[in-house]
């Protein structure tokens, strides 16, 4: 098992950028593959990207493609997202979550969650 903590949200101007941070305990996130996923007042919660156990492949949604980067550091058993040139329709709460498989390809498929953190972008 694997507790997940998120941070880094904050209020921001459109086109600034935040690290979203997700530190794990419990076990190391090189077992999992982590995803962050978003979900906005109103919608669905949706998938923004992932970093898959073992072969560290990164995959992402259209919509951030090129301005969002996820990365890990596993000596300091964390998980991050790099967001750049936000936009106001990236305001969400914004979640880390792990899953055993190595591509997960539905929300489902990931075990465990974090409280999430809000983003805020402002036009």
């Known amino acids: 098992q694997v507790q997940l903590v998120e941070s880094g949200g904050g209020l921001v101007q459109a086109g600034g950028s935040l690290r979203l941070s997700c530190a794990a305990s419990?076990?190391?996130?090189?077992?999992?593959?982590m995803g962050w996923f978003r979900q906005a007042p109103g919608k669905e919660r949706e998938f923004v990207a992932a970093i898959s156990r073992i072969i560290s492949s990164t995959r992402y949604a259209d919509s951030v493609k090129g301005r969002f980067t996820i990365s890990r550091d596993n000596a300091k058993n964390t998980v991050y997202l790099q967001i750049n040139s936000l936009k106001p329709e990236d305001t969400a709460v914004y979640y880390c979550?792990?899953?055993?498989?190595?591509?997960?390809?539905?929300?489902?498929?990931?075990?465990?969650w974090g409280q999430g953190t809000q983003v805020t972008v402002s036009s």
């Open positions: 979550a792990a899953s055993l498989r190595v591509e997960p390809s539905h929300s489902a498929d990931y075990l465990y």
């Open positions: 419990g076990r190391t996130v090189s077992s999992y593959t």
